[in-house]
């Protein structure tokens, strides 16, 4: 069995177990194309006071429908405030066991999760612009 290293900022106990291997397509949105480091930023790096130790913030958020992933574009691209760490661009990957955990985390009912990837992984390579 392979040990797995988890970034430094992952709080203990985290990605939590009831999270499983990542096997599926998601979506994202990014801000660049191709995709670039920034656009894969957690809510834990960004803002570690306030988010530091919450492991749902330390991961990203990933759609398994891309509809989702459009109805959250439309609603940011309706906010008169634009300063925002979100892209406006929608990309896909294609993700494997090696690239770590996921959880489905749904809001509203929509296809919602929650992704944490191992320390070193290559987010940006792993995603590519669909829209």
């Avoid at 949105?29 to 960004?46: C, E, G, I, K």
């Avoid at 609603?75 to 959880?103: C, F, Y």
Wanted: net charge positive; glycine share 6%; aromatic share 10%.
């Amino acid at each position: 069995m392979t040990t797995v290293n988890w970034p430094s900022f992952f709080p203990p106990e985290c990605p939590p177990l009831e999270s499983k291997d990542a096997s599926e397509e998601v979506f994202r949105l990014v801000s660049s194309d191709p995709p670039s480091p920034s656009d894969f930023v957690s809510h834990a790096q960004r803002n570690a006071k306030k988010w530091g130790g919450n492991c749902d913030a330390s991961g990203l958020s990933v759609f398994k429908a891309k509809s989702d992933v459009s109805r959250i574009l439309r609603r940011v691209q309706g906010m008169a405030n634009r300063n925002r760490a979100i892209g406006d661009l929608i990309a896909s990957a294609t993700l494997s066991p090696e690239a770590g955990k996921i959880k489905p985390t749904p809001r509203d009912g929509n296809s919602h999760y929650t992704w944490w990837a191992p320390d070193g992984f290559d987010h940006a390579a792993a995603f590519k612009v669909v829209t």
